[in-house]
């Protein structure tokens, strides 16, 4: 069974720049998580997704993130001005269910910085 | 304010001794607490799910423990070696019915051989 895929693993821009992150889920997962994990951090939760309907979003900084999982399988995240505090690493995890006993797997993750 | 610390930033053991690594909660109610494995450059793995009407849990040389009333878990490794070498994320989720998983900030386990 393949894994959580991302795509780029790194990038590299300069603040006020623009930035996508995409994400293709293990098949058959109906939930969706994207992460960011600030170095020596644990990560932190910005959106989640049940097929492609939002689930929470509360900590999704709105004003220069965007998320969407259009046809409820990939997702992309992207960042509209880039901020130095954005440098991070983004992890994209799913689950077969919403449900808090349900195992998320993760993908590699994509390395930002914003310079 | 709700808080998850995780005992210390590293912990270093030697080869076959039992790495215990702490995870304590506050302002939160979990119904599960879940356990990652992170190496360098990789996304988290999971290890183990304990429930909070369970009080342990264990899976070949690991061991977690689960008290809501001191609001903490162990989390152990029984005869450590080198490839157990890994940061180590503790997760809970905030009640019953909640999905959504909070992370500690994990502890970096070093076994030196």
């Known amino acids: 069974e393949a894994g959580v895929a991302q795509s780029p693993r790194y990038k590299i821009i300069e603040k006020r720049q623009s930035v996508a992150f995409w994400c293709n889920p293990i098949?058959?997962?109906?939930?969706l998580y994207w992460y960011q994990q600030i170095l020596g951090q644990g990560p932190k939760l910005l959106i989640q997704?049940?097929?492609?309907?939002?689930?929470?979003d509360s900590q999704l900084p709105k004003d220069r993130f965007s998320a969407e999982r259009l046809k409820g399988v990939d997702s992309t995240l992207k960042i509209q001005p880039a901020k130095l505090e954005d440098s991070a690493v983004y992890l994209c995890?799913?689950?077969?269910?919403?449900?808090?006993?349900?195992?998320?797997?993760f993908g590699p993750g994509t390395r930002l910085l914003v310079l | 304010s709700q808080k998850i610390e995780q005992n210390s930033e590293a912990l270093n053991i030697q080869e076959g001794k039992t790495a215990t690594l702490t995870c304590n909660y506050t302002?939160?109610?979990?119904?599960?607490l879940q356990w990652y494995r992170q190496d360098p450059g990789r996304g988290p793995v999971f290890l183990l799910l304990?429930?909070?009407?369970?009080k342990e849990k264990r899976k070949e040389r690991l061991k977690v423990t689960f008290d809501t009333t001191l609001k903490q878990s162990l989390f152990h490794i029984t005869a450590s070696q080198p490839a157990d070498s890994a940061t180590y994320l503790c997760?809970?989720?905030?009640?019953?019915?909640?999905?959504?998983?909070?992370f500690g900030t994990g502890t970096r386990l070093t076994v030196i051989p």
């Open positions: 304990i429930r909070e009407n369970e």
């Open positions: 997760a809970l989720t905030r009640g019953t019915g909640a999905n959504n998983l909070f």
């Open positions: 997704f049940q097929n492609n309907g939002v689930v929470d």
């Open positions: 302002n939160y109610s979990p119904a599960y």
């Open positions: 995890a799913s689950s077969p269910r919403l449900a808090g006993q349900e195992t998320q797997y």
């Open positions: 098949s058959g997962h109906a939930t």
